[in-house]
């Protein structure tokens, strides 16, 4: 093999070494992508119409007086579709957490990095409300790069500062809908409306998370998804030949060519045109194969259909597929492999949600305390001493009663009247459970004790009574 070959080859694969957003020498390289146009990014636009009234609709939701979703993580207080979470179901988080990375595994599998080019809020803001505000005010990606060149000169000066403060104002708006989702509306409300020194924490907050909004959207950008974010990092790990990927179409396309030159050197139906690679956000050559860089945006897809209509062939070239349909030039199917993750991902929502749905209103444990055996009462009756602590999850204040279900006997709630539990507070007590001695029958007995609120039982609840040992 000739050294200028070996050359060729070695930078035809240099690609491999870096990120396509760093150059040789370990420096940014800032992305100027062209604005794309096609049916994949209308589609787009109406996918990210329904996120932004989804996303800004959310908040002022209210479900029977609480939020429709809620993570306030300072006060480790959760509302997921009305329904508060305390620290003491944690259990459903574990699970919920072990069902999101199975979910993310098995739709990766299948469906390629399609949440990341779709609904992806990282993806849908910077593109569909960052990049659209840079297009307005600077114009188009050659536009950009010429102004970027330019020397500060009053245009320079007024477009940067005009789309800089755009920016930050955006961004501002997003923190403070980002920051509903954490402490509710009606707080937000007050760190709004009423003076700095009464909210200062929350008034930091929010500039804080502005702050990093800006940060993300005017400088570190598509840094995001190649950098930061590890599902990109995990996707040699998750994808294999029969995932779903936006892929170049080799078997078509090579060897490229100038269209001039097709008919007589017989290449195949890629002009090289860097239509692909101008328009991608990210600035990956997607006829490289798959990179991680790879958002699934769908952009190269639209700007390689329009040369194709443009030149009179037919659209596809780079499309939705599969390496190994790529391969057998097999167009793309919903395969068994495909049903099966999804069956796999619909039974574990159906699962979670049933968690959620018959998860209990009110929490309650009830242990013997610590340190005490029996007391005996008179020659007939022996009582132990129990501590209960209860978290209400409801939004009203329930004065809470403990009745002995499973033998005769009786429970004295130590101050006479029932726990009062407050509204998604938590409550403690401790009462005597009486029973006579004759229905003593082992040193350890199994006890079955009602919660009740009123009349309504709203819990029942196993522990253990200690009696002396009979012969």
Known sequence: MSVA???IEKEEESFRDRIATVDKSGKRKWIFAQKPKGRFTNWRNYVSWLFFIVFLAIPFIQVN??????????????????????????FIFGLTMVSFVIFIVLFTAAFGRLFCGWICPQTIFMEMVFRKIEYL???????????AKAPWNTEKITKKTTKHLVFFIMSFVIANFFLAYIIGVKDLWKIITEPVSEHFIGFLSL???????????AFFREQVCTVVCPYGRLQGVLLDRNSMIVAYDYKRGEPRG??????????????????????????????NGTQLEC??????????????????RPRGLIRYASENGIAGREPLRYTTRMKLYTALLLVLVVILSSLLITRKDVDATIMRTPGMLYQE????????????????????????????ESKPGKVEIIGGGPI??????????????????????????????????????????????LGPVTQ
């Open 258 to 287: 100038k269209l001039k030159d097709k008919e007589t050197l017989s290449l195949g139906d890629c002009i090289d045109c860097l239509q692909c690679v101008n328009v991608c956000p990210t600035g990956i050559d997607i006829r």
């Open 377 to 404: 009462r008179g020659t007939d009756s022996i009582s132990n001493l129990y501590n209960i602590k209860v978290a209400n999850k409801t939004m009203n204040e329930i004065p809470l009663t403990v009745k002995l």
């Open 420 to 465: 009062i539990v407050k509204q998604e507070g938590q409550g403690s007590g401790s009462f005597f459970l009486v029973l006579p001695r004759e229905s003593i029958r082992d040193r350890k007995n199994i006890i079955q004790l009602g919660l009740y609120r009123g009349t309504e039982r709203i819990d029942l609840i196993k522990t253990t009574f």
């Open 207 to 217: 500039l804080i998370f502005s702050g990093i909004f800006y940060g993300v959207y």
């Open 137 to 147: 005010i600077e114009g188009s990606a050659s536009e950009q790069r010429l102004l």
């Open 295 to 312: 958002v699934n945006c769908t952009a190269c897809i639209d700007a390689c259909d329009n040369i194709m209509d443009k030149i009179g």
């Open 65 to 90: 007086g609480r939020p429709l979703l809620l993570f306030n993580i300072p006060e480790a207080k959760f509302i997921l579709f009305g329904k508060v979470f305390w620290p003491q179901d944690f």
């Open 5 to 7: 070959k070996e050359n």
